[in-house]
């Protein structure tokens, strides 16, 4: 082989591409649930209209609303009565999830014609990495343009798109500028778009979170970032350190390659808490805010579990395992806890005190897996099991509109067991 023949492959090797950033899309659908039921019934697009957990009920909760609801204020998460007020009106709509999934994946599809690393966060928002993708479809900028006008004609929804280096900076960006807009937040920008921001709309940050911010006086998303990371530390644990590094642009987190999220094995969370368990009102409590909160993160990546799992730790750490099949895949904290209060009934003395606590749910399956399995154990009761995954889709809906800690049963609001407090947590 002669030495001109190598010249050309080496041409190209200039470029290293570590040093480059990526170039990173976050991609959210307007008004999801409303603008799947205006495609559905074209009479609901020029009426004001909402969709609600429970329409029947005035204590039902607006899950979505359209631009017109928008207009007389309704806001979601707000009761039916109130948003009725404001809006007398108001057309209600029960939610159709199956649809939902079914426009999601359409949308999703549209988004693997650019990069196979398509990343769903929920039922309608996606990250794409598109840093692959310029030869063949332009840049970040354009591709997300041109998103918007390719959802837009074949599914009828609109979607605003962020553009930046990170996933989070993305993800803001798509929630800057709403609906139908494109949002870039470069190295040059991002800090005098984000730097003004009250605190509470950065990623993660609840309103419990964001009051204690504001009490220890940081107020925009600049002061965060302009905060000391050892100060986030001794407010929120870990969590807060990870807070101030993306709050910096620090954030390194890869898009994931769509079906990922389905390998995962399983799905916990443990908590050591501030004092020991004793008796089974705080056993009862602590696997309420275990199972709900492992319930969640499962509905979040569309799995469900077929095992659940409890891990249990005495004061002298003495541990013991225990796992139990369920008749039916579920993400359902009501069954994933009452699976967990079965086993440690079985196996622990209520009264023994517990110093930590794990509920895990496994043998992951894909959410959709379950039709089939349902007709044959459960019929009676799959109008009973449809409305508690309403139910909980809806307190999950305001969760992350609004923060964990925005929705808690009442006991967990007031308990000395040091639950339900943000960064208190562990992830496994
Ligand atoms: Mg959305």
């Not at 794409?128 to 997300?144: N, R, Y």
């Not at 023994?352 to 894909?366: D, E, F, K, N, Q």
């Not at 399995?373 to 992350?400: M, P, V």
């Amino acid at each position: 082989m002669s030495e001109t023949a190598l010249s050309p492959l080496c041409a190209g090797c200039s470029i290293d591409s570590d040093m480059a950033d990526r170039i990173i899309l976050h991609c959210d659908c307007n008004a999801f649930y409303a603008s799947v039921e205006c495609l559905l019934h074209p009479e609901y697009r020029d009426v004001p209209m909402a969709v609600c957990g429970d329409p029947n009920s005035r204590h039902g909760v607006v899950l979505a609303k359209n631009e017109a609801a928008k207009r007389y204020g309704v806001q979601t998460a707000e009761t039916i009565w109130q948003a009725r007020r404001k809006c007398p009106g108001l057309v209600l709509a029960p939610p159709h999830r199956e649809e939902y999934v079914r426009y999601s994946r359409l949308v999703n599809e549209i988004y693997l014609r650019y990069t196979d690393q398509v990343e769903p966060f929920s039922i309608d928002e996606s990250w794409l990495d598109v840093t692959g993708s310029g030869l063949l479809f332009g840049s970040g900028p354009e591709i997300a343009d041109e998103l918007r006008r390719v959802v837009e004609e074949e599914t009828g929804l609109t979607i605003s798109v962020g553009v930046s280096f990170n996933k989070t900076f993305a993800k803001l960006g798509s929630d800057y500028k709403k609906p139908n807009a494109t949002t870039v937040l470069s190295r040059e920008t991002w800090q005098s778009l984000l730097y003004p921001l009250p605190v509470e709309r950065f990623l993660f940050v609840g309103e419990s979170a964001a009051q204690k911010l504001r009490q220890t006086g940081i107020h925009t998303i600049g002061d965060l970032a302009n905060a000391r990371r050892e100060r986030l530390v001794s407010l929120f644990g870990k969590n807060g350190g990870e807070l101030w590094d993306m709050a910096n642009g620090l954030d390194e987190a890869p898009v994931r390659h769509f079906g990922e999220a389905r390998e995962v094995k399983s799905v916990g969370n443990g908590m050591t808490f501030r004092r020991d368990l004793a008796g089974a009102e705080d056993i009862s409590l602590a696997v309420s805010v275990l199972a709900d909160s492992t319930a969640a993160r499962m509905r979040r990546h569309h799995i469900k579990c077929t095992t659940v799992q409890v891990t249990i730790r005495s004061p002298n750490f003495h541990t013991i395992t225990r796992q139990k099949r369920l008749p039916l895949p579920t993400f359902l904290a009501a069954d994933i806890r009452a699976a967990a209060l079965d086993l440690i009934r079985a196996s622990w003395n209520e009264r023994a005190p517990i110093r930590m606590l794990t509920v895990t749910g496994s043998g992951i399956v894909p959410e959709d897996a379950t039709g089939e399995q349902l007709s044959l154990f459960e019929t009676g009761s799959a109008a009973k099991r449809e409305k508690q995954e309403h139910l909980e889709a809806a307190l999950n809906q305001i969760r992350d509109k609004f923060g964990r800690d925005s929705l808690s049963i009442g006991s967990v609001l007031h308990n000395d067991l040091g639950i339900g407090k943000y960064g208190n947590q562990k992830n496994e």
